[in-house]
């Protein structure tokens, strides 16, 4: 940490953060500048008080030199993850593609569903049974009876299940069913649900929030690592801007910057992160020309009467260009596809 | 709900949408414009599927014109909501000032605190015994130990106790200690939280998330409301932006608009809604300006030495400057501070 | 447009907001909702005052139908623009490569890069000779020397010239040299400029603002075009939202969506977009996957020495890699590269 | 500043750094951490090149210690500014009022609007002649002629005149009739319009671009105060983020923010601010609580007939009762208002 005292700091005040820093068991270095002087701070400063050392007398402001996560980081394992679970592989130049509906609405539909994505290429099988909804007069899911289809259309085609829980409460129920666990954006930082992920041994595909930092998606990656589960995925869905052509904003340098500080594989959205069927197969390409190392997308065998998502799932028959479209790119640029 | 056909939509297009819209149990009116066609859906949709119609054939896009809430709606309710919870009354013309650390630390600490925020005028004592916090390295309460310690403060200074909640499960336990069921930022949108903490008798503080639009915000209450609790109290306390020299962007206006839709009290944090203990005393002042019908704020007998956030808290002594100023601007306006 | 009145609106709120919209030369049909009567304003209301509309008695909100730019859009022109400036192709199907250093630093430098982007396949020439920097403090370009330089590279290469102009008084000087005009992000919105561009016979770079919305995108276009040039190019820079591990964060999604919406070929700029070195490489292969039809990538001889954005140019060898890189995704998806 | 190499750099990378930076004459100390190395620069860095220190080999990021500008700093100058013009003054306690239309649009106009404002207490007027708008379509200003009306609305009530210029060549016409030169939010980094506002003698209110940091308004007020001009006003008019509900996000920390960083006063101007007559009142008497030296406001005879932004005016009637609010929180506060 680098501590920066203000112009009018005093010596007692430098002096007084010195002996702070050196309480937190770590050395401190003086450097006096020609218009302030700052302290440096040498040591492992991840579990350190940065917040009260900007409450210190003279303060201006501290700035953390080291990242905040640990287990995630490049610098602790330096060769990529590899994610597998069921038909699932994800990482180190296998992009692994999971599709299917929304939500879970028949065993009819997400029979055909699974089906048609196996078909076209995709490795797994998505569908919600827990739905969370922003209203409460919304479909809320299937529960237990959509998990049980999705374990059916399973045994019909052999792709992994991907779905999502909401509660830790529900970990035990799902994990019954689920090849990997899906931690959706708005639960990032339900912490006791990190944990309860982190204590199971299935695979989890944790959704970035719409406002977290990429610190803060590590740092919730880092809750499922340190629980004991080194199977995660980050997944990029969308981010929260002042644009309203889009649901979301998807941006694709995150797959680039998280792949030089993380050895974690990164999945991509283009569902959630456009809000538009026809914005969807285009930057489905660009997220495997970015290197994204995993697809998840929405497909329906009829949209226009989803229970939910409609206006941003594929048909069948655009999944299916849009898979020969990745494919082709991700071929071009070598990956396993 | 109005449905704005493409340039170039078929008579089959808009007939196909008027058969959809009929369906939804809404009546449709064509509008037949000089460049394209708008259809109107009269009738409540709050229900009905804004997003499939969205995917219809010839669509442009879909323009819901009911808000989607309806019990927090100033629609159904025309006069505001007052809460109440022991000594805190809150909405109405009343301003609440809850006030106190942000985690209980100790015995000793939560009682100072107790007994300073009192003296300085506060009605209501605040203090986290469940930590949510974005770094697994990071103190993370003092949990039924804390609530125990805030229990005692109520005892000695008949304070109303506000503390957070993190997990559905945790809500009756908490319950047990607390007057008013704190819902975290990170939890806007923690729906079986939101339903467990609608089925209790405690009032309910519900902190907007941090990229949470107004009606997302509203949503969230609404769970509550719908699950039976009325008693809600709704909290700016920042929203993420492009701003870096505070930690969250603090709008104020949220406080108006809020008054001009739904019923429900609006309380401002101006601690985590600027993240600066500086810049807390004259925020905290703006928010009584702009009309907020309660104020939050962290207050710590040595912010120095907190075990968190301590960059933002008050000292004892500034704490009842940042009153003696809310209170000269209340009462210019008319409020009972 | 459509006009929605409050609940509470009366019937004479009603009737005068028909008569105000009749008064604009729309025709106005009122429906009456269970809820809201809501007024359909038909005819071309680009003119029409939406804002004063809004201060209507009884008038709750106005909601637009028509996009407010005409000249632009796809629906007025169904051909994709192609733009030409003599090397550089823009549009339809060419992908054309804008490619050098962000400032003209002398004739050694500009002539080096040229060739250097030129071997590695760039059809176009940048470099700044007008320079707006943030700080007053910082290198403000070698103004008309500069591009002196950039002719002088031109005839060394045949390379068409890109070059920025910030003030409509120096458009005639920098059309003198300049094959196509860059407006700059910062200069999006000064109208002056664009008008004074719109006068030459100059192709136009015109980049989007750091928050603009992509309607003011075009109807910064629409000045241009309206002043009877018709050659211009789109360029996507990234937005400014609470991202902090890139400069600006580059929303792809918005190829894809100008490609529904507008004729205008529409160019992305990865360096800026990004910030840093390491990340335009694949966003450069992502850009192209989304549909871009052109590429401005910023290259320099040395840029740990460059006199601007040296920590987001490419070497001349990081350049040849990424033109192979995009190459190949561009063929793969059928593009001219 | 503070260079910090990544975890691998070597030791020559490190070695080059130092030679680097003692290269721009400021002085390197290397602190040798546990994962880290970092070095201190120690010196004015203002001029030094940041970015291409960060295009150093091993080099992990550069972080400034020094705030960017000079001359705008409360380092440099300890006493607040206070900027007079006519019957306006602003700053160190006094709070100036401006109000009037957005735009002229008729001598009766300006003229009925400034014998209002004065009577409610106003200070100086505003109107546009010269009208930067979004539309090639929409009402641009009466150019001149508006600036005469302006100088007879003065006359006629002693008021000074706040108007905004748009291009550098419009300078001296437009200081031949105004007290204030306005730059307004998409100008605030048109250099060349800077410089030239700069090189009067004409106080200038410079508003804050909807996406511009702290930093770059105050480096923006810099390229006034640099050109030899110490009366700049700096304006708070409101980001652009996520928030659709107001038409810009108004942060007021901003104020307080700008209170211990520069000594130059601060305007807020809640019409623009929040883009809604009804929420004006409120926002603006927050702005006063939150220690604002100025306010710019607004205010038409007739909004519903306003040519632009009716639907963020107030009326007189609405413009006195606003003033009487924010006179009794300026008072309660010890302001002079």
Redesign the interface.
Known sequence: M?V?MK?NASTGDVEHMVQ?IEGLGLKA?V??????T?I?A???D??A?K??L????GVAEV?P??A??KVASL?VKHEPTTVRAGSLTVGAGTIGVIAGPCAVESEAQILASSRAVKAAGATALRGGAFK???????FQGLKEDGLKMLATARDATELAVVTEV????DVPLVARYADVLQVGA??M????LLEAVGNTDRAVLLKR???A??D?LL?AA??IL?AGNPNVMLCERG????????RF?????T???LH?KTHLPVVVDPSH??GH???VP??A???????ADGLIMEVHPD?????????Q?LTFEQFAETMA?CR??G???GSKF
Chains 1, 2, 3, 4 share one sequence.
Do not use: C, W
Request: charged share 20%; glycine share 8%.
């Open positions: 680098i920066v112009k702070r270095h450097i006096v500048g020609t218009e302030r700052v440096a040498v040591g492992d991840r579990r008080h917040g009260s900007e409450s210190g007398p700035v030199i080291l905040p996560y610098e969370p909804r922003t209203s409460p007069y919304s909401v509660a830790s409460e708005r639960n930082q339900n912490y006791r929030g719409p406002s930092t990429i803060e740092l880092e809750y340190d981010i929260r801007t002042f644009e309203t052509h889009t904003t998807l941006p694709l340098a797959v680039v910057y030089a992160g456009t069927t026809y914005l285009r930057m390409a660009a997220a495997v020309a970015a290197g949209p226009e009467n989803a229970m939910s998502d409609g206006y799932s479209t082709k790119v071929q071009a640029l």
